[in-house]
């Protein structure tokens, strides 16, 4: 049987390197097999999935250049490959999990289940839901349906008793029945949860090899109980280490920028970063650290990935990319990589216009628009300090920023404009007064072309960073 492997990403927030990670992994380990790489959309997280994040993952799966042979925007023929273009497969399982008596509706309220918790935490005991509804007759259920009464779809788990899950990377790992929840898997509008669609997918789209983040590992039993439970063989399973920062913290945004999308931004070339994330995985060979795809694909073996954790060291990113732009591309090619960068026709497009009412000769561009042509910009605390705000609201301004910005289900003029506003509220300011520090924060100036429209062609990744680094110019100030 062909070696199938997939990426299954929640459209949820800026593609992250995380993501590439194991993206990359799966699509070596597919290629070396000679089998497929396929990319399903899980967005079953109704709240929380937006449009805008499944493109922005595409787009940066895209430019890294790890092609998919099926997935939402190719077909292929195990589609629809986005989750809620499939949700009859999943109320059509849930209900012959719910037959043979592996599964069963809990109308619990919100309250009761509030209650478990309170008391299992005063006991001391682990979290989970306590199998009340279990021991509902079955008239009592169909009656409490009938009437109208919300329920959600659990799974029903051992209490005794352990399984045992093999992981290609560290071999058995042994789960005792009784710290396993009893999983929802349908919720109360209907809507499947992760798992039980997690796992319909893979078996239904022939997917051989599961290899995904080390945040997956608690919910291996639960699939494999549900894959016991269907009568379905389990693909095998790996969990990858999560990316690190070097103090080997968990990569996080809050630490170091983590959008692959950013990486584009500041003018990493994919096939450096690519290199960078396989270095990772793929132990060079004579020492030679430059290596393109189709060399990782050669070389891949899952059991070099070290579980450790390995380190997204951005110092030798750097050194990669730049022995990228200065060995790999002759004079046209890098002139070539220069204009897709940021001279192309996209984005020009987009800059150039906010512009055109402010300047009297077209050399006045360069200095006015050489922000968004930058990772970071000097902010210089003079500058901060100039207008109406001290040091304590500048830094209050700042950091609700970073968090309400972190939390806009999308980016737009108006959502930017609605959070300012938000901000200047809370701190009983002005909006113009606000604003002026936020210039000089992401254009470096205190004047400069409109900033809304500005905060949103830079994206939030490079608008996080500006604001950090303004945090962090203000924090060494004296
Ligand atoms: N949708 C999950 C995620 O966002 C996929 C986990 C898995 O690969 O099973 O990471």
């Known amino acids: 049987m062909s070696v199938r492997t997939r990426l299954a990403p ?40 937006t449009p805008e994040s499944e493109r922005a993952i595409l787009e940066a799966l895209q ?30 399982y849930a209900d012959e999990l719910l037959a043979a008596g592996h599964a069963f509706k809990c109308f619990c309220t919100a309250d009761r289940l509030d209650a478990v918790r309170m008391e299992q935490r005063q006991l001391r005991q682990p979290p989970g839901y306590d199998g009340h509804c279990l021991t509902l007759r079955s008239t009592e259920a169909a009656e409490l349906e009938a009437a109208g009464t919300p329920y959600v779809v659990r799974l029903k788990v051992p209490r005794e008793g352990s399984v045992a899950v093999q992981d290609l990377l560290r071999g058995e790992i042994v789960f005792e029945w009784r710290t396993v929840d009893m999983q929802v898997l349908v919720k109360s509008d209907g809507w499947p949860t992760y798992h039980l669609a997690n796992v319909v997918d893979d078996h239904l789209m022939g997917i051989t090899h599961v290899m995904r983040g080390e945040e997956w590992i608690s919910s291996a039993p639960k699939h494999a109980l549900l894959y016991q439970y269907f009568g379905w063989k389990m693909p095998a399973l790996a969990h990858l280490p999560l990316l690190r920062n070097p103090d080997k913290s968990k990569l ?6 983590t959008g692959i999308l950013f990486y584009q931004r500041m003018g990493y070339l994919p096939e450096a970063l690519l290199n960078f994330l396989g ?8 020492g030679e650290e430059i290596m393109d795809l189709p060399t990782m694909v050669g070389r891949f073996v899952p059991e070099h990935i070290s579980v450790g954790g390995p ?43 906010l512009a055109q009412s402010r300047i009297e000769r077209l050399s006045a561009l360069g200095p006015l628009l050489a922000f968004f ?3 970071r910009v000097d902010v210089d605390v003079a500058q901060l300090r100039a207008g109406k705000l001290d040091d304590a609201e500048l830094k209050a301004g700042f950091t609700q920023a970073l968090e309400r910005f972190e939390a806009l289900p999308e980016w737009n003029v108006a959502a930017i404009d609605g959070t300012i506003r938000a901000i200047a509220d809370v701190m009983g300011k002005k909006v113009r007064d606000l604003v002026r520090p936020f210039y000089v924060a992401i254009t470096g100036r205190a004047q400069s072309v ?19 680094y303004a945090l962090e110019v203000l924090g060494r100030a004296k």
């Not at 380990?29 to 396929?38: D, L, P, S, V």
């Not at 996080?252 to 920028?257: A, E, F, L």
């Not at 270095?279 to 004579?286: F, G, I, S, T």
Request: glycine share 10%; no cysteine.
């Open 10 to 49: 929640s459209p949820t927030g800026d593609p992250h390197v995380g993501t590439a990670f194991v993206a990359l992994i799966n699509y070596l380990f597919a290629k070396r097999n000679g089998g497929q790489f396929i990319l399903r959309i899980e967005d079953t997280d109704r709240a929380r999935s």
């Open 63 to 92: 430019w890294l250049g790890l092609h998919w042979d099926e997935g939402p925007d190719v077909g292929g023929p195990h589609g629809p490959y986005r989750q809620s273009d499939r949700l009859s497969f999943y109320t059509r």
């Open 252 to 257: 996080s945004k809050r630490k170091n920028p």
């Open 279 to 286: 270095l990772l995985a793929v132990p060079p060979l004579e």
């Open 311 to 353: 380190v997204f060291d951005v110092p030798k990113l750097d050194w990669l990319n730049g022995r990228y732009l200065r060995e790999k591309l002759d004079a046209a090619q890098f002139g070539e990589r220069v204009r897709d960068w940021a001279l192309n026709k996209e984005y020009l497009g987009k800059i150039a216009p």
């Open 373 to 375: 042509f930058a990772g």
């Open 450 to 468: 409109p900033l809304y429209d500005s905060i949103v062609i830079l994206g939030r990744d490079i608008v996080r960073e500006r604001l950090r």
